[in-house]
């Protein structure tokens, strides 16, 4: 959850022409970002205490099973918050933690990505118009680490007008997909919630704080969405200062 954090991270890292609005917009990503995640972390540890009597697995492969769907699997992948679902292999792949731990925090996070799943056989509109993005991400991200480290030798390219605006382009092509991830992250969550209440797993105090996990797991979405913003306009006004 924290790798698109990462990239961004990276992308903004490059020596464009800095300012002091550079570095404020950067300081303050970076203290949202710290934020976030080391309150996501505390809730996951707290919720990881709260025992229930399935694994994570268990939890995906009902909730699949449920909603009727059958040729999808339930996998596990090394690492943590690794936790993902492909929908060219048709996986939920879950971090060790998640796949065989029997608490609140696993069941929140596998009926997540199960949430996906569905979202997948149902053709959620959010869903299939970020795969689609995929590919252009993937060149985008490519070119943008590919100028940070030109820049970093010295190569300053965005002295030039018309450089500066491909750049702003990429940089653009980033930020629409994490604007786009937030309603499917939103939307996985709500369904994982909706089943897990139906399914009568965890009991209502349990239930709030699967709601909660899942709430600040999606608010690292939202603060690299707007951090992404927040730079993508930070380098149109660097562009059209020059213009002037």
Known sequence: MNAEMMVLAQQAAAPLGISMTYWIILGSMMLVSFLVSGTLKRRFAEYSEIPLRVT?????EAM???????????????????????????TVNLSESVYAMNNVAAAAVAAH???????????????????????????????????MIASLFGMYF????????????????????????????????????????????AQ???????????????MTYVAAALGSIAMLLYYISMAMGRRD
Not at 124 to 141: D, E, H, I, T
Not at 170 to 179: D, E, G, N, Q, R
């Open 113 to 147: 990505e199960c949430g996906h799943a569905i979202q997948h056989k149902q053709a959620y509109v959010w869903l299939g118009m970020r795969s689609k993005m995929v590919p252009a991400v993937q060149f985008s991200s490519k070119m943008l680490n590919m100028i």
């Open 204 to 218: 209502s105090m349990e239930q709030e704080k699967a709601k909660n996990a899942l709430f600040w797991a999606a």
């Open 64 to 90: 699949l099973r449920q909603n009727g769907i059958t040729d999808v699997r339930v996998i596990s992948t090394p690492g943590q918050l690794t936790d993902h679902y492909d929908p060219v292999q048709k």
């Open 158 to 201: 965005m002295n030039n007008p018309t450089f500066l605006w491909i750049y702003i382009a990429l940089f653009a092509v980033t930020t629409l997909f994490s604007i786009v991830t937030l309603p499917v992250e939103f939307d996985a969550s709500r369904r994982a919630l909706v089943w897990l209440e139906s399914s009568g797993l």
């Open 56 to 60: 994570g697995a268990q939890v995906a």
